[in-house]
């Protein structure tokens, strides 16, 4: 039992000298190999007086324990080196590098649509949508155009086959957003409605059969032309400055009563017309249950597509649906 003293000290000597795996493997048969000192310890335990053997094989478990710990502590370390050095040996690097990267932006209709709804919202309105595939009520008949009455045929509409009971239609104009609003909400109302709107329209420089507008509507107490005249100015220098002029020519539409376009000067001293308005029909108003006794209205509207034309100067308005992004970048 003398010899086994110091074997502990020296089996975790020989075990943190180990540097590799099969270096351990080899302490380890020396330690606790079938020659090692304590497997002939064990087989001497026989020669020992009955009385001294349970202390003997006690100590002698004790330290095999203490060796199998140190060899099993080493292991995982040495284990763990060998795995590192092998995966930073066997990395690869996967970082995909890019070049410098292109990046997009907002088409020039939405950079449009996006400019005038703030021009609007400043001014106190409020921003509505609403669906695009409607009914004749809100396409047609809720704004004054009977079946019969023959400006419902300049609209080229674009009819939707879903049989009985009414007819339906991808909407000719955001008129019907108005309509749904003061069907749901209760004057005074202060809204713009922008969104996509469909005609048969054959593309061509200057038309699209599906295009952007945005109108707007005002219902309150005492509202006049001279509300809408002002209105129509105040959004002009706005969007286009100061310098810019508008004014109002007499026109008709069935929707509104009187009725005018509206133009915007341009440098060289001539006109251009931008879109329609006038003051809502008291028929539309009535159909919405709004007393036209009580309330009165002004509507104005005109396409984002044709807008963004004028602005820039395109000879071709199908230049904005094609998207060919030689002509996208530049703006």
Aim: net charge negative; proline share 5%; aromatic share 10%.
């Amino acid at each position: 039992m003398s010899d086994l003293e110091n074997l502990a000290n020296e089996a975790e000597e020989a075990s943190f000298a180990a540097s590799t795996l099969e270096n351990l493997e080899q302490v380890q048969a020396q330690f606790l190999g079938k020659k090692s000192k304590l497997v002939l310890a064990k087989k001497a335990l026989g020669t020992l007086p009955a009385e001294d053997r349970a202390n003997a094989g006690k100590e002698i478990n004790e330290i095999k324990g203490q060796i199998e710990q140190l060899i099993s502590s080493r292991k995982a370390a040495l284990q763990e080196s060998e795995w590192s050095s092998k995966f930073n040996k066997e990395r690869m690097d996967l970082t995909e590098r890019l070049g410098p990267i292109d990046r997009g932006h907002l088409h020039l209709i939405t950079q449009a649509r996006d400019e005038l709804e703030d021009v609007f919202i400043g001014m106190g309105y409020s921003v509505v949508e609403g669906p695009e595939v409607e009914t004749a009520w809100y396409n047609f008949e809720a704004l004054n155009i009977p079946d019969w009455h023959p400006a419902r045929g300049n609209f080229d509409t674009i009819f939707v086959d879903l049989g009985e009971p009414e007819e339906v239609m991808l909407r000719s104009h955001t008129s019907p957003v108005q309509i749904r609003t003061m069907e749901s909400q209760e004057p005074p109302i202060y809204i713009v409605a922008p969104g996509r709107t469909f005609r048969t329209d054959s593309a061509d420089a200057t038309h699209l059969p599906a295009f952007n507008q945005i109108e707007g509507l005002v219902i309150d107490k005492g509202i006049t032309m001279g509300d809408l005249a002002g209105t129509i100015d105040s959004f002009v220098h706005a969007f286009f400055g100061e310098e810019v002029k508008s004014r109002l020519r007499p026109s008709y539409f069935p929707f509104t009563e009187p009725s005018a376009e509206f133009d915007i000067s341009r440098s060289d001293g001539s006109w251009l017309e931008l879109g329609g308005c006038g003051m809502v029909h008291p028929n539309v108003l009535r159909n919405c249950n709004i007393d036209p006794e009580v309330w009165q209205g002004f509507a104005f509207g005109f396409g984002i597509d044709r807008l963004v034309s004028m602005r820039y100067q395109l000879d071709d308005i199908r230049e904005l649906v094609v998207n060919d992004a030689r002509f996208l970048r530049q703006f």
